[in-house]
């Protein structure tokens, strides 16, 4: 029997997670229930009473039902104020609806033109904006607080705003997906106009950067390449807002080869990388590249990782995180033994990174832009010295070249037989990076004679080329483009040193 003066509750939801036990509760606290398609079957199947929408305002859902809720019999029961609208209300036939219950279709797993909804975030603005009277849900995990709040009598303004600003941030989460991808159909790279952040949380992080600072870990909810935000957690504490920066770089550097690689990070820098035939083998050598510095670090392979190298990490390092593409089971026994271990699976990487853009906060704004996903081959090098670089040294130099673009600026790396030996980072002359990276050379008594070195930037002066010569380097790779470019190359010439040209640079900040 219908009341008039019940309140009303209109369900119609794609997530169906609780609303068999919200409606029943519902009508327990004398709510009338308005429902649609999927929703009312659900809610009949369990002998819950329901209007159909149709019923409610005397027309048909028409068009394979993408028109049903779009009439003013509903959105004129969300809209109306009370005291002020009661009397149209009244000559049009229209009760209030007190409760809303909607979620979305899931345009993020199926990509469709199909699943773009109109008539949800319709309704869902539309009790958004009257929250002052209407009570809105959109997430599940609302439903308890709600329902206690009504036992108790009524659900308070302050619940219904922040319910509301919930809403709002759903729907526009909602339509910055569906611009990202009807722009991603039209191939349009330009930068929009307007950026709507599509982003969802993923999960609350401990802290940010340092203790004091709050933070939140935000993901592209159409992101589907392997990445640190589409990785699967196997084990370990939650992961930090630190961890996952450094993640992030350990995964995309590890990725740039093709020969079985690990990449050790440690606060935004590779200290060690390495190529080998496993990734025991490539762990080893990386680590014992810099084995202060890899204490604490991140850990990222491009292969599966097996029980031996597992079992040398464990033994070996205190390792805030590994990232590998899969694991053993029995290697995951083996880092079970060390269960605050974050191991992330990242499943298959290729040496092309995801296409998407890069966000860096400032005061006030936001800078975008495209991921550095920049790549050199030999073909693509310029000789620039009387001698060229020999075989040897042309597989370090492109391999000294992928590190470099992770590391940060001034960048330097030296390298020799697929294994960096010292990595100068962050500074702010190129000649003291270049002394950095023979410090830690020296650190492990790994040989800088013979081998190469690879630079982010060109040289402004020949001072960072005379420094790497009586140092010991052989060949060097840089971008060139250097006003004093002359004066570079006959420092190299002087020296007999080879150096390609990239014409291609990889600042990191």
């Not at 003066?5 to 919200?22: F, H, P, Q, Y």
């Not at 048909?60 to 993408?66: A, F, L, N, S």
């Not at 002020?84 to 229209?94: L, S």
């Not at 910055?176 to 106009?193: E, G, H, Y």
């Amino acid at each position: 029997m219908t009341l008039p003066n019940a309140r009303r509750a209109l369900l119609s939801v794609s997530d169906k997670t609780g609303i068999v036990e919200l409606a029943r509760e519902l009508r327990q606290l004398g709510f009338e229930l308005i429902s649609t398609g999927g929703t009312a079957r659900a809610l009949a199947a369990a002998g819950i009473p329901a209007t159909e929408v149709a019923e409610e305002t005397g027309f048909p859902e028409i068009m394979d039902g993408r028109v049903k809720t779009l009439h003013p019999r509903i959105h004129g029961a969300l809209l109306g104020r009370g005291g002020q609208d009661d009397q149209i209300m009244r000559e049009h036939g229209i009760r209030p609806i007190d409760l809303l219950v909607v979620n979305l279709y899931p345009f993020a797993e199926t990509q469709s033109i199909e699943n773009i909804d109109v008539g949800g975030p319709a309704m869902l603005r539309a009790a958004a904006k009257n929250h002052e009277r209407v009570t809105v849900l959109v997430d599940p995990v609302d439903y308890p607080g709600v329902l206690a709040e009504l036992r108790a009598g009524a659900v308070s303004g302050k619940t219904r705003r922040r319910l509301a600003a919930k809403t709002f941030a759903h729907t526009g989460q909602y339509d910055a997906m569906v611009s990202a991808w009807l722009r991603k159909q039209a191939q349009d790279d330009a930068f929009p106009d307007a950026l709507a952040a599509g982003f969802r949380r993923k999960q609350d992080l401990r802290y940010g950067e340092n203790p004091h600072q709050a933070a939140a870990f935000y993901a592209d909810p159409l992101a589907t390449a392997p990445s640190v935000s589409t990785a699967t957690q196997l084990q370990g504490k939650e992961l930090s807002y630190n961890n996952i920066a450094d993640a992030d770089t350990a995964i995309e550097c590890v990725r740039q080869f093709d020969a079985p690689t690990c990449v050790i990070v440690k606060h935004a820098n590779p200290c060690g990388v390495a190529t080998a035939a496993g990734t025991l083998e490539a762990y080893v050598r990386a680590y014992e590249a810099d084995p202060t510095s890899a204490f604490g670090g991140i850990i990222a392979f491009n292969r599966p990782v097996d029980a031996k190298t597992a079992a040398a990490i464990v033994e070996r390092q205190f390792v805030e995180v590994v990232a590998a593409p899969d694991y053993a089971p029995d290697a995951l026994e083996a880092f079970g033994s060390k269960q605050n271990v974050r191991v992330l699976r990242t499943g298959p990487l290729d040496s092309n990174s995801p296409r998407m853009v890069e966000f860096k906060s400032v005061a006030g704004g936001l800078l975008a832009q495209g991921r550095d996903d920049g790549t050199i081959d030999a073909s693509m090098l310029r000789t620039v010295t009387r001698r060229a670089p020999d075989a040897a040294e042309l597989a370090d130099l492109l391999f000294a070249w992928r590190v470099c673009k992770y590391v940060k600026s001034n960048a330097i790396v030296f390298a020799h037989d697929g294994r960096t030996i010292g990595i100068g980072p962050g500074q702010t002359s190129r000649v003291v990076s270049t002394r950095i990276a023979a410090m830690k050379a020296a650190d492990v008594q790994l040989p800088v004679e013979g081998s190469v070195m690879a630079s982010d930037a060109f040289f402004p002066f020949r001072d960072g080329l005379d420094a790497a010569a009586t140092l010991g380097i052989r060949a060097v790779i840089q971008p060139g483009g250097s006003l004093r470019d002359a004066e570079v190359i006959a420092a190299a010439d002087e020296r007999d040193i080879a150096m390609v040209f990239t014409g291609m640079r990889h600042f990191r900040h």
